[in-house]
Every structure is written in structure tokens, then in C-alpha cells.
């Protein structure tokens, strides 16, 4: 929730929105490949930093048979924003944490080559998120210079994964 709330609180100070357009904004811009924010989170989110006090409905809009909410961010709103910047940006931008490593412990518990299996389906997944990353790289060529650095360190990231895994299934086939 704090990827949404940062992106919402971040979306809402550069001016109010509804939230369609921000949800049109997350799956313009396929944030669900780049952060933990999904498209269908953000209606809640804006409810949730409504009830909070963060956020506030600026207006409302007809178009057609819908009202829209227009949200606009309230002064505990861009305090909040800050504290998410700071607690954000004081990380390292890639998790450690994840259930592979603690799965491998007790791989042997599955079906004989079933690790394998597994190990080679996530290779071909990754390679298939490269293949991603380089797409979204080209398309967002000269973006600058902030952007390109986030996406040299995705592919360095997910080469040393490509790695990783052909050691793992190098051991695996000992």
C-alpha cells in the first residue's frame, strides 16, 4: 500500500485528479512491471487518504452518468508524501527479501526434476522481463539521464538473476 499511497500522494500534489486518471496513468505507464502499485488499488487508496485527512475531494465531475471525484492533496497530505519520499529514497532500490531463496532450502521435498522444472520456467520468465525491460527502455529513450540509470541498474539486476540461476540449475543437475 505505501507504493500506492507515494504514487497517489505524489499524483495528487502535482494537481487535483480523479481517480480514473490516475488509473489510466498506472496502465499507461504498465506500473505494475516497474512498482507494487496496481491499477485496481487506486480507488481504495484514494478513500483510504480521504478518511485519513491526506487527501479531500476538490469537486466532482459529471461525464455522462458518472460523478466523478476530483481529489486534490491536503497540507498533512504533502507531509505524509515527504516522510514516503524520505523512507523510499533512504532504501536500497531492490528488495533482497524473497520466497526463492527460503524455497530452495527444501526444494528436495518436490518431485524429482520438479525443481528443475521450476528453476528453468523461472529463467524463461526472466529472460522473458528483460526482454521487457529492453522494450521499455527503447520507448522511453532520452527520457533522462535519472530514468537510464534506473534502467541499467534493472538489467544489471536481472543479469546477475540470469546468473544466479544457471548456477542454481548447474547444481541442481549434480
Same mark, same amino acid.
Given at each position: ?18 481517480g480514473? &486518471?490516475?488509473?489510466q496513468l498506472v496502465?499507461?505507464g ?9 491499477? *485496481?488499488?487506486?480507488? @481504495?487508496?484514494?478513500?483510504?487518504? /480521504?478518511?485519513?485527512?491526506?487527501? /479531500?475531494?476538490?469537486?466532482e465531475?459529471?461525464?455522462g452518468d ?9 497540507? /498533512? ?5 515527504r ?5 523510499a529514497?533512504? *532504501? ?6 524473497s &520466497?526463492?531463496a ?10 524429482? *526434476?520438479e ?6 520456467a523461472s529463467?524463461r ?15 522511453? +529513450? *532520452?527520457l ?7 534502467f541499467?541498474?534493472a538489467? +544489471? @539486476?536481472?543479469?546477475? &538473476?540470469?546468473?544466479?540461476? /544457471?548456477?542454481i540449475?548447474?547444481l541442481?543437475?549434480?
Amino acid at each position: 500500500m505505501s507504493s500506492t499511497r507515494l504514487l497517489v500522494l505524489g499524483l495528487l500534489n502535482e494537481g487535483p485528479r480523479h481517480g480514473y &486518471d490516475i488509473n489510466q496513468l498506472v496502465t499507461a505507464g504498465a506500473l505494475e512491471q516497474w512498482t507494487e502499485v496496481k491499477a *485496481g488499488s487506486v480507488y @481504495h487508496a484514494l478513500a483510504k487518504l /480521504e478518511a485519513e485527512g491526506l487527501a /479531500e475531494t476538490h469537486s466532482e465531475e459529471r461525464t455522462g452518468d458518472r460523478l466523478r471525484r476530483v481529489y486534490a492533496i491536503t497540507p /498533512e497530505g504533502r507531509r505524509t508524501l515527504r516522510d514516503l519520499l524520505r523512507k523510499a529514497l533512504s *532504501g536500497p532500490p531492490h528488495s533482497t527479501r524473497s &520466497d526463492f531463496a527460503l524455497a530452495l532450502r527444501w526444494h528436495d521435498l518436490l518431485e524429482s *526434476g520438479e525443481a528443475r522444472e521450476l528453476v528453468a520456467a523461472s529463467s524463461r520468465a526472466l529472460e522473458a522481463r528483460r526482454a521487457v525491460i529492453a522494450a521499455g527502455r527503447e520507448a522511453k +529513450a *532520452g527520457l533522462s539521464p535519472l530514468a537510464d540509470a534506473l534502467f541499467e541498474n534493472a538489467e +544489471a @539486476h536481472l543479469a546477475a &538473476d540470469a546468473k544466479l540461476l /544457471e548456477d542454481i540449475q548447474r547444481l541442481l543437475d549434480r
